[in-house]
């Protein structure tokens, strides 16, 4: 990774956000915040919604179809992340980045974050497959 990709410093005082944050990611890869259908409708706002890496747009309803399908028989994944920074983008309302490594493929992963009271919600997210400088997927 050359400098123009490091990712920028979060501020000191966001550094509490961004430990609770990180916590929660890989979105939807952490059962100990729940792996049932129920768990994954509280973690996510009624409008969420997600870019996923093959550039399609998936609505609240589709999301937790295939998360409640996932977890009817979970799989050991094996993932890295890295990169982690938040940005504060309004009261109580955040955006998360980092990289995710999962299966051999490297993603960039964008997650915004909306806190009421001691609860996160997610309400937006992407994921970006990166390429090398050729195109080829890293």
């Known amino acids: 990774m ?3 990709e490091t990712p920028p410093a979060t501020e000191a005082r966001l ?4 430990e609770a944050l990180a916590a929660r990611e890989p979105l939807f890869h952490r ?17 969420f919604w997600e870019v ?7 609505g609240r309803a589709h999301v937790l179809d295939v ?4 977890f009817s028989r979970p799989v050991a994944e094996e993932w890295e ?5 938040c940005r504060e983008l309004a009261a ?3 955006l998360l980045t980092y990289t995710l490594v999962l299966g051999g493929r490297t993603t960039r992963r964008a997650t915004v974050w909306q806190r009421d009271g001691e609860e996160w919600q997610a309400l937006y997210h992407q994921g970006t ?3 090398d400088a050729a195109g080829h997927t890293a």
């Open 2 to 4: 050359d400098d123009s």
């Open 15 to 18: 550094l509490p956000v961004l």
């Open 31 to 47: 059962p100990e915040y729940g792996a049932t259908r129920a768990d994954f409708e509280r973690m996510t706002a009624p409008d």
């Open 52 to 58: 996923g890496a093959s550039g399609r747009r998936y």
């Open 67 to 70: 998360l409640e399908e996932r």
């Open 81 to 85: 992340t890295s990169g982690f920074h």
């Open 92 to 94: 109580g309302t955040y």
């Open 129 to 131: 497959v990166v390429q």
